[in-house]
């Protein structure tokens, strides 16, 4: 009986010896699995329980970890991309060992993020608010961001800039400008880890100042919308009692250039996509027009829709329509404002009598089923200013920071 129970608790001794050792974990400090070239992070092997262990590590990348059970990487680059595993081999008991973790993969990028901002509304009265905003390409990984404002040179195509006030390290990645009264860039950057590793900076937007109608120096566009297909004829016209003008325009990789086929003050272009951007006026004398969007749509067959280029008055009407390469659509016309579907009928125009603020925005059109681009429209108030703030992306040198 006795030598029954003996037999028994050996049995049972030998059964938890034999359990199998906990399987290992390998963890990654920050938790990022998208690194950039020189960030730090460390690659963690996790065993739980009390029991001492010896580490190994198994790994496809170029640099191999030493047998322990941290491996920091202080300055990552592209050859610390792989899957990593670990096991542990016990220290009392040099055979005995855990089976192998499951493999966590370790990319390391050698590109410098360049995040993008963007605004919301990118036209806008003078005095209004707007919200900047800066997205790196992993949004939900530490990043916090900084935001400078930069002070342009058009003539030097450069620009200076400066920390904005509480700009500095915010984890939120907007910004509300408030009240924009002048010509000002602004650009972001983010940031994140210890020791901190930072991005590059953003191109600059930039709210540049126009004045619309009625100022010393206009612009008009024929055929008078926003959009164009490709290869329309379009003429921008500038007005104004001055003897020489030059077009302008932003395009929507940032980059500024003068129009080349002027004929007095009309510049006719040939569309093609590289012509979407932001138009304007310039007199010898430095005078502005208003600014205005021209978007050449990128699908042949689609429809384009028919807005106007220039902010409609508060109270004024204005009709939106639809059209083919061939020809006006007249019916069967759904429109969308904001991407909400506003009308759905068998009328071919969006009639407004009586224009309200409400109204600005994004509309489009469809047509048996195909869609056309969207464009902001914009509505001015009868006792705003006749000057509005444009964003425009702008490739610029960046100078000093200070
Ligand atoms: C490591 O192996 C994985 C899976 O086999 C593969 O997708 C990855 O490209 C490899 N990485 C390197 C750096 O060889
Ligand atoms: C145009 O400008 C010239 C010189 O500045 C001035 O003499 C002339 O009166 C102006 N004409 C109009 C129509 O404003
Ligand atoms: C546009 O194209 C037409 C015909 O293809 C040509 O006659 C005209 O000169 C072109 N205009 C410009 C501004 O390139
Ligand atoms: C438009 O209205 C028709 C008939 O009222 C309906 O069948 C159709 O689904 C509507 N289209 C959309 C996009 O809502
Ligand atoms: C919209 O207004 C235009 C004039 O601005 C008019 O010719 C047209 O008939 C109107 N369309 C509809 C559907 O009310
Ligand atoms: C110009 O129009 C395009 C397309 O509608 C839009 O994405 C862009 O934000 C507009 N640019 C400005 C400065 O409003
Ligand atoms: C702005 O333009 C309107 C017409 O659109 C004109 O009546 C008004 O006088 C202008 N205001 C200023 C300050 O230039």
């Not at 120096?217 to 919308?225: E, G, I, Q």
């Not at 569309?271 to 932001?278: I, K, L």
């Not at 059209?323 to 071919?348: A, C, E, M, P, W």
């Amino acid at each position: 009986m006795l030598a029954f129970l003996k037999l028994l608790v050996c049995l049972l001794i030998a059964a938890v010896f034999s359990l199998p050792p906990p399987k290992p974990t390998v963890t990654l400090q920050p938790s990022w699995t998208q690194i950039y070239s020189g960030e730090t992070v460390t690659v963690r092997c996790e065993i739980q329980g009390d029991t001492e262990w010896d580490y190994e590590w198994e790994t496809n990348s170029t640099i191999k970890p030493a047998n322990q059970n941290e491996y920091r990487i202080r300055s990552a680059s592209s050859s610390n991309s792989g899957n990593y595993r670990c096991k542990g081999r016990m220290k009392s008991s040099w055979h005995k060992t855990t089976e192998w973790s499951d493999s966590v993969t370790l990319t390391v990028s050698d590109n410098k993020p360049r995040p993008v901002l963007t605004v919301s509304p990118s036209w806008l009265s003078p005095g209004a608010s707007v919200t900047l905003n800066c997205q790196v390409e992993h949004p939900s990984a530490g990043w916090s961001f900084y935001w400078y404002k930069a002070v342009p040179d058009l003539s030097e195509k450069s620009s200076s800039y400066e920390l904005l006030p509480d700009g500095s390290g915010t984890a939120q990645d907007s910004y509300i400008i408030h009240g924009q009264t002048h010509t000002a860039g602004y650009v972001c950057r983010a940031g994140r880890g210890d020791p901190e590793y930072h991005t590059d900076h953003t191109l600059s937007l930039h709210c540049m100042l126009f004045s619309d109608v009625h100022s010393a120096a206009s612009l008009t566009v024929s055929p008078d919308r926003v959009q164009h297909f490709t290869s329309d004829s379009v003429s921008l016209t500038c007005e104004g009692n001055f003897t020489e003008w030059r077009v302008r325009k932003f395009s929507e990789d940032g980059r500024l250039s003068d129009c080349r086929r002027m004929t007095g003050s009309t510049c006719n272009i040939n569309t093609s996509e590289s012509d979407t951007g932001v138009y304007w006026c310039e007199s010898g004398s430095g005078e502005f027009s208003s600014a205005v969007n021209i978007t050449v749509q990128n699908d042949g067959n689609g429809p384009i829709l028919v807005s106007p280029v220039h902010p409609v008055t508060e109270g004024a009407s204005v009709s939106l329509s639809c059209s083919l390469r061939t020809q006006k659509i007249l019916s069967n016309v759904f429109f969308y404002h904001n991407d909400k579907l506003i009308q759905n009928d068998t009328r071919g125009e969006l009639n407004i009598s009586a224009v309200s603020k409400s109204d600005e925005g994004f509309y489009k059109c469809q047509y048996s089923g195909r869609e056309s681009a969207q464009s902001w429209m914009s509505v001015k108030g009868q006792q705003d200013q006749n000057i509005s703030c444009v964003f425009v992306k702008m490739i610029l040198m960046l100078e000093k920071e200070h």
